[in-house]
Nanobody, 125 residues
Framework: EVQLVESGGGLVHSGGSLRVSCAASGFIFSRYAMSWVRHDPGKRQEWVAGISPDGSRLQYAEFARGRFTISRDNTKDTLFLQMNDLKTEDTAKYYC??????????????????WGRGTQVTVSS
């Protein structure tokens, strides 16, 4: 059974940093592209960043570029998102998601076949 378990969220002041993690199990993590997606109630769901199976290809949403860094440790089956210079509008629940197609970085809902339960990130002004 595929499991994605996020951790590392919390409350941070504007301008601060957080690193969220996702522990994966139940599949061969190193063979699949992964992404982070966020959702805040009352707002639309947003794709944040994605990474290829070997970590060589990184993709970012415009709002994340320059502030967020996605990475992975295939020896520990773990996905990371380092978030710097956080803004109040970054407040959301952050979800780790797995691609349907191994090499394709998932950006759209139909490209995702598993979601974690999410970790809440709250940025105060």
């Amino acid at each position: 059974e595929v499991q994605l378990v996020e951790s590392g969220g919390g409350l941070v002041h504007s301008g601060g940093s957080l690193r969220v993690s996702c522990a994966a199990s139940g599949f061969i993590f190193s063979r699949y592209a992964m992404s982070w997606v966020r959702h805040d109630p009352g707002k639309r769901q947003e794709w944040v960043a994605g990474i290829s199976p070997d970590g060589s290809r990184l993709q970012y949403a415009e709002f994340a570029r320059g502030r967020f860094t996605i990475s992975r440790d295939n020896t520990k089956d773990t996905l990371f998102l380092q978030m710097n210079d956080l803004k109040t509008e970054d407040t959301a629940k952050y979800y780790c998601v797995k691609s349907v197609i191994k090499e394709q970085i998932p950006q759209q809902p139909n490209q995702i076949d598993h979601w974690g339960r999410g970790t809440q990130v709250t940025v105060s002004s």
